[in-house]
């Protein structure tokens, strides 16, 4: 029931877990056989292959009721069709197609699939969601614990990372040909998008952070499940013929969660009025080079606290009962513009280990609430120099002196927060731009 064919898709293929969660095949290619580092590895042009029952397929879905990622096996590769018609809480013509399946052919059943759906669905609108299993680090049993169809298997410099990624790119090649094959590039928008950062403790398995590697945290494991830039920033790139200016940018702050209201603005679907949204529409900023980010503020939570999100004491302003509080779950993090304010801080994933081996500590810090620690990613996109020491010495002067520009939520500067004496370097006077402060919209997510 939790599958995408009884969530509202009308079809679907694909592992219902993530590719680490159980053992899969992996058949070999011409050339596996010679040696890796030379220049004779073979390379196959690629074979259709289709998602289809194979004759190693055992089982139905029953098998995969009440596994979970404990004691999962074998990868099954499931296939739905038929729409969201269920019964007993399943979704409408589920079949398992492969267990275990094969990691050499997936991408290639994957990208025959794609080429289907855009064929048969051409003349009528159409919503594809196409989450790659690449690159995600597999199961151990898998070279490298990684994965790519024979056509580039060993055919870059970056190991079997870079062969993964070789894989996608070609994959999305392909989506953009068929598109345009099919004349409807001009009135279709393509959106690419990453969902975290590099899971750093599989090593080589993983991909990069580049210059967001969080200097200041004084350790090296900062990037998926840390709240560190490393963790949470990620490149999007979206594509519209005719309609998005070739080559433009935008350094606005948005979020994944702003897709579904996108998407629904695009298609002048309105969205239920009875429930609140973390997403907004960010049609502006894709059509309009100048567009600023519908969010005042996003809140990150999580990586703080042994990777729980921050607990939060409220005390209740109670003249009866002056000791009462609450406890909650709260935001660690949060993003306005170019600035960053941190309550709390912890490594990614896997702690501070690799290969087995402790590398050194990550503590996990907290930060005072109406003392946050602040960096301008904007210009130390590294996080390697907390704010500290502008204008008149007030950690609010620096949230209220933005560098992004004016915006419609501008407000006088609040009250004076005394700054943390722990981070005296100073920073650049940026421009002026008077806004709420981030404490002000932090307390605000919790009293509404």
Request: proline fraction near 8%; charged fraction near 15%; hydrophobic fraction near 35%.
């Amino acid at each position: 029931m939790f599958l995408p064919g009884a969530r509202g898709f009308d079809s679907y293929l694909g592992i219902p877990y993530s590719d680490d969660n159980g053992a899969a095949r992996r058949s070999p290619c011409p050339g596996d056989a010679t040696n890796p580092c030379s220049n004779e590895t073979t390379h196959m042009r690629p074979t259709p292959f289709k998602y289809t029952i194979e004759d190693n397929v055992h089982g139905t879905l029953e098998n995969l009721a009440g596994l979970n990622a404990n004691d999962i096996s074998m990868l099954p590769l499931v296939m739905q069709t038929g729409g969201t018609t269920s019964t007993n809480g399943y979704a409408k013509n589920t079949t398992v197609l492969e267990q275990p399946l094969d990691f050499t052919t997936l991408p290639l059943k994957y990208n025959e699939y794609v080429m289907d759906f855009i064929e048969v669905n051409a003349d009528e609108p159409f919503f594809l969601y196409m989450p790659f299993s690449h690159v995600h680090t597999t199961y151990h049993n898998q070279p490298q614990s990684q994965y790519a169809s024979c056509l580039f298997q060993n055919s870059t410099t970056r190991g079997a990372f870079g062969d993964a990624l070789a894989d996608v790119d070609w994959i999305v090649g392909n989506v953009v040909a068929k598109l345009t094959s099919e004349n409807i590039l001009e009135n279709t928008l393509i959106l690419f998008i990453g969902d975290n950062g590099p899971w750093l403790t599989q090593g080589l398995s993983s991909g990069s952070a580049g210059i967001f590697v969080g200097r200041y945290s004084g350790y090296w494991n900062t990037g998926k499940g840390s709240t560190w830039e490393g963790g949470i920033r990620e490149a999007a790139f979206a594509y519209w013929k005719g309609q998005i200016s070739p080559g433009s940018r935008s350094s606005e702050v948005v979020s994944s969660l702003d897709l579904f209201p996108t998407v629904s603005a695009l298609a002048n679907v309105p969205l239920p009025t009875d429930r609140v949204y973390d997403g907004r529409s960010i049609v502006d900023v894709l059509l309009n080079d100048t567009a600023v980010s519908p969010h005042e503020v996003l809140f990150l939570y999580g990586g703080a606290v042994g990777g729980h999100d921050m607990l939060v004491a409220y005390r209740h302003n109670d003249p009866s009962d002056p000791g009462r509080f609450t406890i909650y779950y709260g935001p660690s993090a949060a993003r306005m513009g170019c600035w960053k304010a941190m309550w709390g801080t912890g490594s990614g994933m896997g702690a501070c280990t690799l290969g087995g081996g402790d590398h050194g500590s990550c503590p996990h810090v907290m930060y005072p609430l109406e003392v946050p620690l602040l960096f301008n990613v904007c210009i130390d996109p590294s996080e390697g120099i907390p704010l500290f020491g502008v204008g008149n010495g007030s950690l609010e002067a620096v949230v209220n002196n933005s560098l992004c520009g004016p915006r419609p939520w501008c407000q006088p500067t609040g009250p004076h927060l005394a700054p943390p004496s722990m981070h005296p370097t100073p920073d650049p006077a940026p421009s002026r731009c008077q806004k709420k402060r981030l404490l002000t919209l932090w307390q605000k997510l919790w009293l509404r």
